[in-house]
C-alpha cells in the first residue's frame, strides 16, 4: 500500500489493483500501459471506482487535478512497480 497525501491533514492508503481487476479494466477498452490522452480520465475514474472508497472520491473530485495525477500514479506504482524499486525476489 501506498499513502498519498490529499490536503495538509488528509492521506488516504492505496492499494495495487488485482489481475482480475486489470483484466476488467481491459474489457472495458483500458490497456493501462497504453492509454490514450482520450482514455486517461475515463480510466483514473474506473480504476478510482475500484481501488477507493466513494467519500475518498467525492473528496477527490473537489481537489485539484495534480492531487488525483498523484493518487493514479500511486494506483499504477503498485500494480505494475515503479522504475528504482527494488523487487522481491
Given at each position: 500500500?501506498?499513502?498519498?497525501?490529499?490536503?495538509?491533514?488528509?492521506?488516504?492508503?492505496?492499494?495495487?489493483?488485482?489481475?482480475?481487476?486489470v483484466k476488467d479494466l481491459r474489457r472495458q477498452g483500458f490497456n493501462l500501459m497504453a492509454l490514450t490522452k482520450d482514455q486517461a480520465e475515463e480510466a483514473m475514474d474506473a480504476a478510482f471506482a475500484?481501488?477507493?472508497a466513494p467519500e475518498e472520491i467525492e473528496e477527490l473530485n473537489g481537489l485539484a487535478y495534480?492531487?488525483?495525477?498523484?493518487?493514479?500514479?500511486?494506483i499504477l506504482a503498485e500494480t505494475y512497480g515503479a522504475p528504482g524499486e527494488e523487487k522481491n525476489s
Open positions: 500500500m501506498r499513502e498519498v497525501k490529499l490536503t495538509d491533514s488528509k492521506i488516504i492508503e492505496v492499494h495495487a489493483l488485482t489481475r482480475g481487476q475500484m481501488v477507493l495534480p492531487v488525483a495525477l498523484a493518487v493514479w500514479r500511486a
